[in-house]
């Protein structure tokens, strides 16, 4: 196990319209608020988009196994924000349901909004975090490491 230890920062209610990519959306609101760290909760609906709901296989590195939606899917999830590259990276997971039929996993490329989705945007100010890749998993894994507690009681 690692962790890192942080402070709650700043707190945004988000709305994002019918139409909007529910993804792109949140990562540019995001980027623009200059959010290293945090999460988001977020429900609604969706429309269309792509979830992966697992690995073809379980081995590693994994071969996404990718589902398409389309039409009114409600929606419940919730996204880690940590540093990225050259932008915050989001990773998104949710449930999405229709009629008797329900999609879990971690949302991918595009989920365009139906009627409305509701996010909380939260932030976590003073953790020490990065994404590296892992040759093990072919992922860009968080990397958490805990303060040097003599620097935070200064």
């Known amino acids: 196990m690692r962790y890192t230890e942080g402070s709650v920062g700043r707190v945004f209610y988000v709305r994002v319209d019918h139409g909007e990519d529910l993804l792109e959306t949140l990562q540019n609101f995001v980027a ?48 880690t924000i940590t540093p990225g590259a050259d932008r915050p990276h989001l990773h998104y997971h949710a449930s999405a349901g229709r009629g008797r039929e329900t999609l879990t996993g971690c949302l991918r490329e595009k989920a365009l ?42």
């Open 32 to 79: 623009e608020k200059g959010i290293h760290s945090g999460f988001i909760q977020f429900l609604g609906a969706v429309e269309e988009g792509r979830i992966v709901t697992g690995p073809h296989q379980p081995v590693l590195p994994p071969e996404p196994f990718m589902v398409s939606y389309k039409g009114g899917w409600e929606v419940v999830g919730i996204a």
């Open 113 to 154: 909004t139906y009627i409305i989705v509701e996010a909380v945007v939260l932030e976590i100010l003073g953790t020490r975090i990065q994404r590296l890749f892992d040759p093990r998993t072919g992922l860009d894994l968080p990397l958490p490491e805990p303060l040097d507690r003599s620097s935070r009681d200064q």
